[in-house]
């Protein structure tokens, strides 16, 4: 067997495993798996306070674990939203009703537990987010029906218009109004019952 002579200056070629890429290997993606990468990291960058914010205002016990599944959701759906600049607006549909159903499901177990409740410790991201001043109103807010709350937090937080609410809460504009001025009377007259 002749061994070959390395010569300086020269680079003697790196031998290539054989078989499939290791697990460390790049994926090869097409276009549109990129675009839906950098699409959804845009989104995650851009909203991700708002949308934690807002699961907090609707009252969600776990608030990071309801917008991480609402970006799972749109990172899913990614392909077939026909607007890209629609998808914030799917997002927040998706917060509303991602929380809306958290809510349900606990008040359904809550009903069907033996043991009384233990009070509800927020995370600190959700407690980071709120002043003192702030949680007065909070708590008035977490005791209004989930439809009401809702409606005030997209309008007076949010300042979304009649129309965005309706289509994140998946009602009529004239439900909105409704939920609305009830929400309002509903949050007036309990901040002024705790003055």
């Known amino acids: 067997m002749r061994r070959r002579q390395h010569t300086p200056g020269t680079l003697a070629p790196v031998p290539q495993p054989a078989g499939p890429p290791g697990p460390l290997a790049p994926a090869v993606s097409d276009p549109a798996e990129l675009e839906r990468e950098a699409g959804v990291a845009r989104l995650f960058e851009r909203h991700y ?3 934690l914010r807002l699961a907090v205002l609707l009252g969600a016990d776990d608030p990071e674990n309801v917008v991480a599944e609402a970006y799972y959701q749109i990172y899913r759906k990614w392909r077939r939203l026909k607007d890209t600049e629609a998808a914030e607006a799917y997002l927040r549909s998706t917060v509303c009703n991602l929380t809306r159903m ?3 499901h606990l008040q359904v177990a809550r009903r069907h537990e033996e043991k009384p409740t233990e009070e509800v410790v927020a995370s600190a991201e959700s407690t980071a987010l709120l002043h003192d001043d702030q949680r007065v109103l909070i708590r008035a807010l977490q005791q209004l029906p989930a ?4 409606a005030l937090v997209l309008r ?7 129309q965005e609410i309706a289509a994140a809460m998946g009602i009529s504009c004239g439900s909105v109004k409704t939920h ?16």
């Not at 439809?147 to 809702?150: A, M, S």
């Not at 309002?184 to 002024?192: G, N, P, S």
Request: proline letters at 0%; zero cysteines; charged letters at 35%.
């Open 102 to 104: 958290r809510i349900r």
């Open 49 to 51: 306070a708002s949308m």
């Open 147 to 150: 439809r009401q709350r809702e």
């Open 156 to 162: 007076h937080w949010l300042g979304l218009k009649e």
């Open 180 to 195: 609305t001025a009830r929400g309002i009377a509903a949050l007036t007259q309990a901040m002024e019952a705790r003055r």
